[in-house]
T-cell receptor
Framework: AQSVTQLGSHVSVSEGALVLLRCNYSSSVPPYLFWYVQYPNQGLQLLLKYTTGATLVKGINGFEAEFKKSETSFHLTKPSAHMSDAAEYFCAVSAPNQAGTALIFGKGTTLSVSS | NAGVMQNPRHLVRRRGQEARLRCSPMKGHSHVYWYRQLPEEGLKFMVYLQKENIIDESGMPKERFSAEFPKEGPSILRIQQVVRGDSAAYFC????????????FGEGSWLTVV
């Protein structure tokens, strides 16, 4: 069975500050990992994903995440927050090599950015 | 290339009525997923379908909820005899046939039961 835990349901940062959103996973097999962003009243947009290969993954809007197998983590970071980054962020896990396997999501972290 | 299309975007139903939510996957995608998002609870997997087949419905409530993905036309999530607790955002997603497991989400359908 797979699961995802996002530590901190709300994170607040100042504009220009480092963004760190935490995600830990549980999986019986090496996982595929994803971060999605959701703006109010909209669907989910894929930020980045890790499947295989390089453990540091770069995504859109300046975000990146690092897969750390030893820590079972996939934390999302951005060096400098922008007001437009305020949104809800979801970490998700799926089992690899299974076409179309459903994603299991964490409960989400709401990011607030203040000026 | 159009994304995943969901309609209606917003739907209001009275208790006891039926709600039908439609989803057209991205072109070339034959896998469809439905998720429900309740406040403060994140997204919960409901059902995974391929054309004319339900592959995994482990997240579907046992009663009143059903889903289909016919050979022709959109996938339908049907909720019979809606109750206030069904009020939520329902998201459809699709993925292509090959492995890789990236799924693409629609904009969602917000159901309000009054």
């Amino acid at each position: 069975a797979q699961s995802v835990t996002q530590l901190g349901s709300h994170v607040s940062v100042s504009e220009g500050a480092l963004v760190l959103l935490r995600c830990n996973y549980s999986s019986s097999v090496p996982p595929y990992l994803f971060w999605y962003v959701q703006y109010p009243n909209q669907g989910l947009q894929l930020l980045l994903k890790y499947t295989t290969g390089a453990t540091l993954v770069k995504g859109i809007n300046g975000f990146e995440a690092e897969f750390k197998k030893s820590e079972t983590s996939f934390h999302l970071t951005k060096p400098s927050a922008h007001m437009s980054d305020a949104a809800e962020y979801f970490c998700a896990v799926s089992a690899p090599n299974q076409a179309g396997t459903a994603l299991i999501f964490g409960k989400g972290t709401t990011l607030s950015v203040s000026s | 290339n159009a994304g995943v299309m969901q309609n209606p975007r917003h739907l209001v139903r009275r208790r006891g009525q039926e709600a039908r939510l439609r989803c057209s996957p991205m072109k070339g995608h034959s896998h469809v997923y439905w998720y429900r998002q309740l406040p403060e609870e994140g997204l919960k997997f409901m059902v995974y379908l391929q054309k004319e087949n339900i592959i995994d419905e482990s997240g579907m409530p046992k009663e009143r909820f059903s889903a289909e993905f016919p050979k022709e036309g959109p996938s339908i999530l049907r909720i019979q005899q809606v109750v206030r607790g069904d009020s939520a955002a329902y998201f459809c997603a699709s993925s292509p046939t090959e492995t890789g497991n990236t799924i693409y989400f629609g904009e969602g359908s917000w159901l309000t039961v009054v």
